[in-house]
């Protein structure tokens, strides 16, 4: 039988905000607790042995789900999906799989089959009571990717990703053709329902297929799958490996009206080449010919792939990858990668005698505007947490240097026509950057008298950037209480008139005469669009700070469309984040809570302030009502504050800016069917 590795291990459960988890960027401070043994108390005594709880097999899972997949917000929930398709792209990889079938039905549930080795059903060596199927689905760290004997590289190292799928499901079944035989097994909420039944025989099929529907206990109401989204990456893995062949089938009723189409099948030889053509297709770029090259590792033991292009007035991308695995967060691989490219041009101009040119140069300015893809595969590869986000591997940095690097010396050598219009490229943008570095070699006093502000942005003391916060506040009421609650030294407030223009609508006119984005772009300092700065952003933290009501959220959306339109670049690099201010004050006794919004406040009622005495509840009309210690103490201080960042996940760049065209554009008729297709869950609101 295949060898099936079983690891056991618990993981500590992650910060609680109000009694509520939530998927944000924040910071807590530790409360002080005290010591029972040194006061005197009787909390010794409640105690003991039985106050420690031991959570068995799938239950961690249930009970902390963010510690494995990120939360239970959409993005979570997608990744089930990629869990599951990642088991079936790994068996393709690996060369016993050559096509999979993704089918997402009108009744929720979601289906992945493949035509690989299918699962081992033998009796397992240290279970013997149980199918190695069964030791898959129902225990953590149980696996095939830990024995480099049953794959070389594989994306599903860590041996948990279908068995918490399976501990999210209300109902999971397994189907395995293995030996001519067909096996089946249900199971809800990671417990089998069914022991491993055997179907009789089969003769033309072989392979794994999950079925699965998330259970509506962990994923609230309102978080499901979106076909668009399971779509694209379906589509995306695809491009990963061109020796797989990914069928999509979609409920007709699901996609209706959208451009998802029902049925697809997607196979490109091409790999990320073809994937870099369609992501930058009638964009205009610096060479002709992308740098796209492929290489194997002797033995079998991985490979590497890229495709890159330079944008000539596009900001850039990387879309990186390990063993089919998204990293929107970068890692070793992405920096072994940008060393090659800056050290195999550098060396380039020493070549052809433009080195002092060329000294300048950083790894800003070269990959600055570079489109580019990036694919590994490596054996045993680490990374950063269980969403797997970011690559940690050191070898990977040192293999994608070298290999990169060599190519990229002949592909300059081998044209010289546009290794110079790359290097003159990348020379200017080295030379601009050093340019506004100069211009803002100034004392930040002096800066903040040039933007002429000095009744409207609060500027904080600091020289520098690093550490500095600017919050942007709705009106001067607001404003006077955030100058008064903060931290002189760090954070700066810039008060706003009310709602900002709406620049995803607006013409070009209007938005050079508008005096707020005006404002806005001074303050802020880096430019906008191609000619964003991130050397000149002269604060770390851009934080929206609005009323928690429905004017303060619509304020909120116009600002984070200016940010998106005008300097993507600085969401993409995490300095966006917006305030998460209270809505009520509730008070029994002298005891002060302050809740978020009504569920909030139920549960801070039915949980916090049980004791006895009427509870008093105040609801804030905005921020400009609290005092500026409340200000403080709730939103303002980075040790009890939370902060909610604003991020674009790699795979949803296309369907986050047809929602800003859509909601946010110049055409009404589009905004009008969105409020008809959600006309029920407006009428819930109301009914609220």
Not at 26 to 46: L, N, V
């Amino acid at each position: 039988m295949a060898r099936i590795s079983v690891k056991r291990g618990m993981a500590q459960n992650g910060d609680l905000f109000g009694g509520a988890t939530r998927k944000a960027a924040q910071t807590t401070a530790p409360q002080a607790k005290k010591d029972p043994a040194r006061a005197g108390t009787p909390g010794e005594a409640g105690y003991t042995a039985a106050s420690i709880e031991v959570l068995e097999g799938l239950e961690p899972v249930r009970r902390r789900p963010g510690m494995y997949i990120g939360g239970t917000d959409e993005s979570a929930l997608h990744h089930l999906f990629a869990e599951v398709l990642d088991n079936s792209m790994d068996e393709a990889v690996a060369g016993h799989a050559t096509f999979i079938e993704v089918e997402f039905g009108a009744d929720g549930f979601l289906t992945v089959t493949d035509n690989g080795r299918g699962m081992p059903v033998d009796p397992h060596p240290k279970f013997p009571k149980k199918s190695a199927l069964e030791v898959i689905m129902t225990m953590l760290h149980a696996g095939g990717k830990f024995d480099s004997g049953a794959y070389q590289t594989s994306g599903g190292l860590h041996g948990v990703g279908v068995s918490v799928v399976n501990a999210l499901s209300d109902t999971l079944e397994v189907e395995v053709a293995r030996g001519q035989q067909l096996y089946r097994q249900t199971f809800s909420r990671g417990v089998p329902q069914t022991k491993l039944e055997s179907l009789g025989r089969i003769a033309n099929r072989r392979g794994t297929k999950v079925r699965f529907h998330p259970d509506p206990q962990i994923f609230p109401k309102g978080v499901q799958f979106r076909p668009a989204r399971l779509f694209r990456m379906a589509r995306s893995k695809a491009y990963l490996f061109g020796g797989v062949e990914i069928r999509w089938k979609c409920a007709p009723a699901l996609v209706e009206g959208t451009d998802t189409p029902a049925e697809a099948v997607f196979r490109f030889p091409g790999g990320l080449k073809d994937y870099l053509a369609r992501e930058i297709e009638g964009k205009d770029a610096v060479t002709t010919e992308p740098f796209t090259g492929k290489v194997e590792r002797e033995g079998g033991h991985g490979s590497l792939e890229w495709a890159v292009s330079w944008l000539l007035n596009e900001d850039g991308f990387t879309n990186s990858y390990c063993n089919t695995i998204p990293t929107p967060d970068g890692g070793t691989h992405e920096a072994g990668f940008r060393l090659a490219l800056l050290r195999g041009l550098k060396d380039h101009a020493e070549r052809i005698g433009q080195s002092k040119r060329a000294a300048q140069i950083t790894g800003d300015d070269i990959v600055g505007q570079t489109a580019a893809m990036i694919s590994v595969f490596i054996r045993e590869p680490e990374f950063q947490g269980q969403n797997k986000s970011r690559l940690m591997s050191v070898e990977a940095s040192r293999v994608v240097e070298a290999t990169v690097r060599d190519a990229f010396d002949h592909w300059l050598a081998g044209s010289p026509a546009q290794a110079t219009q790359l290097l003159n490229f990348v020379i200017d943008r080295a030379e601009e950057r050093l340019r506004r570095r100069a211009e803002k070699d100034v004392a930040r006093k002096t800066a903040t008298r040039k933007l002429r502000l000095p009744g409207k942005l609060a500027d904080c003391s600091n020289s520098g950037s690093q550490g500095s916060e600017l919050f942007i506040v709705e009106g001067d009421s607001a404003g006077g209480s955030a100058k008064q609650a903060r931290d002189r030294a760090t954070q700066a407030v810039l008060p706003l008139r009310g709602k900002i223009l709406n620049v995803a609508s607006a013409t070009r006119d209007k938005l050079a005469a508008n005096q707020q984005i005006s404002d806005l772009v001074q303050a802020l300092g880096c430019g906008t669009g191609a000619h964003y700065r991130h050397d000149d952003l002269r604060y770390d933290r851009i934080i929206i700070m609005t009323d928690a009501d429905v004017d303060g959220a619509h304020i909120a959306s116009l600002l984070i469309t200016f940010f998106y339109r005008q300097t993507p670049r600085l969401i993409e690099e995490g300095h966006l984040f917006l305030a998460a201010p209270p809505l009520y004050k509730l008070t029994q006794g002298s005891k002060t809570v302050y809740a978020r919004d009504d569920a909030h406040r139920e549960e801070l009622t039915r949980k916090t302030l049980t004791g006895k005495g009427k509870i008093e509840v105040s609801r804030f009309k905005g921020l400009g009502e609290m005092m500026p210690a409340q200000l403080k103490e709730t939103t303002m201080d980075p040790k009890k504050r939370m902060l909610l960042k604003v991020m674009i996940a790699p795979e949803d760049r296309d369907e986050t800016a047809d929602s800003v065209e859509r909601l946010m554009g110049n055409k009404p008729e589009a905004r009008f069917a969105f409020i008809q297709e959600r006309a029920a869950f407006a009428q819930d609101i109301v009914d609220v």
